[in-house]
């Protein structure tokens, strides 16, 4: 029993363990992290098959997830495997385009062989660890488990960012060479501060789970206190980092955090059960640490940052004009130009749209993950990603308001801040890339197999399939109510 427990987990462990290392590693945004990122995939693919042979389980997958996995890996292997052409680049906007001889050159291939090849193992190692979640997330304890390994990972960016923004170029340099360690657009290990935004919403949306859930529960003080550190911290992060992305996304989940829970709180609490003794110093507190973090995030330059929120809109139109990536979908066909491929496919459009200049700069990435997801898949390729993401996400949600509400229930809870979490990354994607940089896509798909998770438990439980010995697949939480509603 110990021993097929102990098998049964290795794969679960370092599924935790690569959730700490892809933020922490440049942001799995640099080839060398991303290559050791697939090896970690690699690896926990042989143990999660060689856990389930010795135990004689399938993985408890959703079909309709692998089905949709499987089409995307079908077309993406085949645009790179019968990719027409490769490109070199004669200056860093423009570039020389070279046929290469494709096995069905009728057929449709990837305008790039050597870029659709390298985005394709990304991706297939990505559906690997999405599958694995989808897996993992099934059990009540595991889940737990992974929301605290995504939150606690996102808070550790959030330290290293504020420490180096205090230390100064100075303190950068022991990341990055001295020409970088002078920008101010860098936060923690990620060069592009809005993709550190992304990362850290994510933490926050689920460190204010936490704190909900803990708050909600009677006694656990250190528990309270931790949580509450952790997301003062995470806060402290996105609004210290210049990224504007990174304050409207703090705004927005709490909106949406509070919005969902604040109505429903009231609802089921007596007002004469109120301590509003030990209620109002607290919140008075909560409001000053508010104000300082928002006093250190404007102390400096403030009348700038306010004025390049203020001017966010115009300033995205005016480096990234939506007329070229509008035409650039205009001219793509069903099955897109292949993974990865959007930047040779761009400087042709930036040319025509006279934009070849280093005022524009080059685009390895759109602006807009949306606009690059149809270029690249196509708009077949493109509703394979929408049944996949928004399935996940529809069914998370629909399980949570199904559940009862269970003050105290960290099920509960969580449960929507993890669909509140993918929310907040599918909006930043409007005029950023967080999905196009390897640990963002991770947590985000391990979001959405949260979901698809959920699925599988139902249909277990519809057909009253007995789960293995000391692995229960159940989605009933800590119960611990606070007060029952009325």
């Not at 690997?128 to 997330?137: E, Q, T, W, Y």
């Not at 749209?353 to 280093?358: D, N, W, Y």
Request: hydrophobic share 55%; proline share 5%.
């Amino acid at each position: 029993m110990n021993l097929d427990r102990a098998i049964a987990d290795a794969p679960r462990w370092m599924f935790l363990l690569i959730l700490f290392y892809a933020p922490l590693a440049y942001g799995s945004t640099r080839p060398g992290t991303v290559v050791v990122l697939n090896q970690f995939r690699a690896a926990l693919l042989c143990l999660w098959l060689g856990s389930c042979l010795w135990r004689r389980r399938w993985p408890s997958v959703p079909w309709p997830a692998v089905a949709l996995v499987t089409l995307l890996l079908l077309q993406g292997w085949w645009f790179a495997w019968n990719a027409h052409s490769i490109h070199f680049y004669r200056t860093w906007l423009t570039l020389n385009r070279v046929f290469v001889e494709s096995p069905f050159p009728s057929l449709p291939g990837a305008v790039d062989r050597d870029l659709a090849r390298a985005a394709m193992l990304n991706i297939t190692a990505l559906s690997v660890l999405f599958l694995f979640a989808a897996d993992v997330m099934g059990r009540a304890v595991w889940r737990k488990r992974v929301w605290m390994a995504m939150c606690l990972s996102a808070f550790a960016v959030a330290a290293l960012g504020i420490a180096l923004k205090i230390g100064g170029p100075e303190a950068r340099q022991w990341l990055w060479d001295e020409r970088v360690a002078q920008m101010s657009v860098t936060f923690a290990a990620y060069r592009y501060h809005g993709n550190a935004a992304s990362m850290m919403s994510i933490g926050w949306a689920l460190a204010l789970g936490f704190v909900i859930a803990a708050a909600s529960r009677p006694g656990q003080p250190i528990v309270r206190a931790i949580w509450t550190m952790v997301a003062l911290g995470l806060l402290a992060g996105l609004f210290m980092n210049t990224s504007r992305a990174g304050w409207g996304l703090a705004v927005l989940l709490l909106g949406m955090v509070g919005g969902r829970f604040l109505p429903a709180r009231w609802r089921v609490v007596d007002a004469a059960d109120i301590e509003w003794r030990s209620i109002i110093p607290q919140g008075l507190i909560l409001l000053s640490v508010g104000g300082v973090l928002v006093a250190v995030a404007m102390s400096t330059d403030w009348g700038e940052k306010v004025t390049r929120f203020n001017t966010a809109a115009e300033t995205i139109q005016s480096r990234y004009p939506a007329e070229v990536y509008h035409e650039v979908v205009r001219e793509t066909g069903m099955l897109g130009y292949g993974a990865g491929c959007f930047q040779v496919v761009l400087p042709v459009y930036m040319e025509a749209f006279g934009m070849a200049s280093e005022r524009y700069g080059f685009w390895e990435h759109a602006h807009n993950d949306y606009y690059e997801f149809l270029i690249n898949w196509g708009w077949w390729g493109m509703a394979l990603w929408v049944l996949l993401v928004g399935g996940g996400l529809f069914i998370g949600l629909r399980d949570h308001l199904r559940m009862p509400s269970v003050w105290g229930s960290t099920q509960w809870v969580l449960g929507f801040c993890n669909v509140a979490a993918a929310a907040g990354i599918l909006i930043h994607s409007l005029w950023d890339f967080p999905l196009q940089k390897a640990s963002i896509l991770l947590f985000f798909l391990t979001l959405v197999a949260d979901g698809w998770a959920r699925l599988t438990v139902a249909e277990e439980a519809s057909g009253s399939n007995r789960a293995a010995p000391g692995e229960p697949r159940q989605l009933s939480a800590e119960s611990v109510p606070v007060s029952s509603p009325r």
